[in-house]
């Protein structure tokens, strides 16, 4: 057996999979989010391990399985982000998610100054607020403290592995998309440190490791607080967006994968890196010689959920509000909905709006209005990846989206195309446990081992009588994105 642990937006969670990808037990854990500022979130990391080890303890306590039986683990998580370990071997501040936007200024200045082009040289990425370049570019400058105790640089799969094994390693598809990592030499590079202003931090970035290389064993320590084996096998794991895509099947580039979690991750694997900058981001997959082409926000599902929160508490779960939004057909309403709740595709200073509405609409219009908003913002990412490519075989979903068969045909209808589903509700823990099977030496490599574990469940065509509906109301939502796109620099608080 094998074990896949996953810490995202809003939850840590732990699942147990036997070598066909069966999965055999969950156990799950609501995370805090911590909001001290606008435009911060953050996460305890002290708090953050002690989740993990009480979901691994579940497992070990409730799941039946004897651990000796289990002979791998691996980390996911999301990517982006900030997890510092001090030299006190501590904890060097609260870990910084990847929906904060903090440092939104720093890659405004490097792209008006030229460093964001000598940037692209090396990473072949755009710069964003929520990564580590970006954030220790903003510790450096706000808490020089913190900065100068810097021991380890982590993401927070790395930082989870790190405590499971005691072990300080950085995981290839993850760092390689934090621009800092020169992605030609697949290497550490002083000189783009430099451009950065960050020389300081080399000696803190970790050895570096592939997704499915053993990257150390369960501790005695950890052994005692989680109830796994001491010595089990831990591999490098991968970043979320390649965890899924590789639960997914996506080993060659036949498709695109599409993630509706807290983040919009829109991508496909291609044996060359895109660099027309028409893409936001290139970066390494856990497959050698593919880079992993994405286009990517904070735009997706966690919109839905903060908005069901805020403004529909008597709906307590989303497939009440689903009934909600399929009582009002296509072409029944034209409400916009702009999902910013934590910044735009490409404006981290951008908030979310409802626009359109008027004294005959009902709750009704604007559930669907918010699930539409959402396929919007996916299909304005997916038509720049199309851009540069032949042909698309199929859409591979995953995420919160997944699950709401409504939301799922809304995604088949919208972006025109046929939408495949996996057989696995916890796509990014079954891409750890592949990846834990082939550390372990189950499979040979990652064909064999995703052709083992991966099984598609279902595929969803498109609704042609729903297109040009949707085409009119995705030609109003870019007119009303663009048209507030000078305005959101006033709105400060």
Known sequence: MYIGIDNGGTLCKA??????????FCASEELVMLTPASGYTERDMEELWRANCRILRRIAEESGADMSVVKGVACTGHGKGLYLWGKDNRPAMHGIISTDTRAWEYPEQWIKNGTADQVFEKTYQKILACQPASLLCWVRDNKPEVFDHIKWIFGVKDYIRFRLTGAAYAELTDISGSNLLNLETQQ?????????????????????????????????????????????????????????????????????????????????????????????MNSLYCMDGYYLIEECSPTSAGNLRWFMEMFMPDVKDYRTFDRLAETVAPDEQTLIFLPYIFGSNYNPQAKASLIGIDSHHTKNHVAR??????????????????????????????????????????????????????????????????????????Y???????????????RIEPNLNTFDAYRRKYRLYQQVSEALETTWKNFSL
């Open 15 to 24: 699942v147990l999979y036997d070598k066909n990808g069966k999965q055999l």
């Open 188 to 280: 550490y590079d002083r000189e783009l440190l430099a451009l950065y202003g960050l020389e300081a931090v080399m000696d803190a970035l970790p050895t570096l490791k592939r997704s499915f290389e053993p990257c150390g064993r369960i501790t005695a320590e950890t052994a005692e607080l989680t109830g796994l084996a001491e010595g089990t096998v831990v591999a490098g794991g991968m970043f979320d967006i390649d965890a899924c895509a590789i639960a997914m099947d996506i080993t060659n580039d036949e498709n695109i994968a599409v993630i509706a979690g807290t983040w919009s991750i829109n991508e496909y694997i291609s044996k060359k890196p895109i660099i027309n900058k028409s893409v936001m």
């Open 369 to 442: 209005a918010v699930l539409e908003g959402i396929c919007f913002c996916h299909k304005v990412h997916i038509e720049k990846l199309l851009q540069n490519r032949e042909r698309t075989r199929a859409i591979r979903l995953a995420g919160g989206a997944a699950k709401s068969p409504l939301w799922v045909q809304l995604f088949a209808d919208i972006l025109e195309l046929p939408v495949e589903l996996i057989e696995t509700d916890e796509l990014g823990t079954l891409g750890c446990a592949i990846a834990a099977s082939v550390a372990a030496g189950e």
């Open 444 to 458: 040979l490599g990652i064909s064999e081992a995703t052709k083992a574990m991966v099984k598609v469940k279902h």
